[in-house]
């Protein structure tokens, strides 16, 4: 080998190493964890049921379930059936901002939003993670991830507002990224939140160890 094809192999074999170890990488470093109470989990559910025939928090892990002729989260709201943490307290206009969590998603679940960024400048959300027939889909578009039932898998969302990009991690793996759709007030949530169409009788998502992150 002459020495430039040589250099060109030792490039090659740098970024390969630097994209294995980008990619491996805690997606919360560099970032400070903002402590949360339980003051910061408000829970969004049918209105005209009980809180616990649709939500239960017990070893850690928040079960969350809803049907699809369920109510809405209140008698004003027109839209689909949802019962949803909603981190309180919390919103955000600028900055960097992140949300980790192990989820979990029984089979039998589909059309059913189990993470969002609530609000947008030209939208009410600026990113919707769906699980269709076991597969993670942004919106009802891209694949994200497969494989995703009956598992826990860890989710790190990252939305950067002055850059206007979410970057979505499965597993510590970067799976995503995307342009958010404008600035707007932002929170995060989780739980089960029913598409438009396509969704499954029962819906369920579980939650455990949820943390918020800013930069
Ligand atoms: C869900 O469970 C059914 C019944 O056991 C099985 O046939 C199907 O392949 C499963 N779906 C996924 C996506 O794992």
């Given at each position: 080998m002459n020495s430039s094809v040589k250099n060109v192999v030792c490039f090659v074999g740098f970024l390969v190493i630097n994209s294995f170890l980008q990619s491996s990488a805690d997606p919360t470093d560099g970032f400070t964890n903002v402590p949360l109470t339980e003051a910061n989990f408000e829970i969004q559910r049918p209105y005209n049921v009980p809180l616990d025939e649709r939500y239960s928090f017990e070893n850690g892990i928040r079960k969350m379930w809803v049907y699809a002729n369920d109510k809405p989260h209140s008698p004003n709201s027109e839209t689909q059936p949802r019962t949803e943490v909603r981190i309180h307290?919390?919103?955000?206009?600028?900055g960097v901002w992140q949300f980790e969590g192990y989820g979990f998603v029984p089979n039998?679940?589909?059309?059913?939003?189990?993470?969002q960024i609530h609000g947008a400048a030209h939208d009410s959300s600026t990113i919707i993670l769906r699980i269709y027939n076991g597969d993670m889909r942004y919106y009802s578009g891209d694949v994200i991830a497969t494989g995703m039932y009956d598992r826990w898998f860890k989710l790190n969302l990252i939305h950067d507002v002055e850059g206007g990009t979410v970057t979505v991690y499965i597993d510590d793996e970067q799976k995503f990224q995307t342009q958010d759709r404008g600035r707007s007030q932002f929170y995060f949530k989780c739980g089960v939140y029913a598409a438009p169409r396509d969704i499954s009788y029962y819906m369920e998502s579980r939650w455990r160890d949820i943390k918020i992150y800013k930069k």
């Open positions: 307290g919390l919103d955000y206009t600028s039998g679940t589909s059309g059913a939003t189990v993470a």
